[in-house]
């Protein structure tokens, strides 16, 4: 991966405590898995920025390497990698996903 694409994923995590790899944005979700994850965050009033994978095809494959996670979409938390749409709704769900961001 190229030094400059590595900086500039780590910037985008930088830039918020919870930071969403996602397809399409939270306003328009464009699969299912990115919809779910930005209603379990809205209902848990969890402010959050993300990134639509869609838009760099580039930066959409580094991500992948990056985090070494192969799927969309993709929570990181306090710059760690949280992981997908089944590990977030299984925290949110048990009530751990609040206790990651203190």
């Not at 930088?14 to 965050?41: Q, Y």
Request: charged share 25%; proline share 4%.
């Amino acid at each position: 991966m190229e030094e400059q694409i590595k900086t500039q994923i780590e910037g985008l995590i930088n830039s918020s405590d919870v930071f969403l790899f996602m397809k399409g944005s939270p306003e328009a979700p464009e699969c299912g898995f990115s919809a779910n994850i930005v209603e379990l965050l809205n209902n848990q009033e969890i402010e959050f920025k993300s990134f639509n994978i869609l838009s760099n095809q580039e930066l959409r494959e580094a991500i992948k390497e990056f985090g070494n996670w192969p799927t969309y979409p993709q929570l990181y938390v306090k710059n760690k990698l949280v992981g997908g749409n089944d590990i977030v709704s299984e925290l949110a769900h048990s009530g751990e996903l609040k206790t990651l961001l203190k």
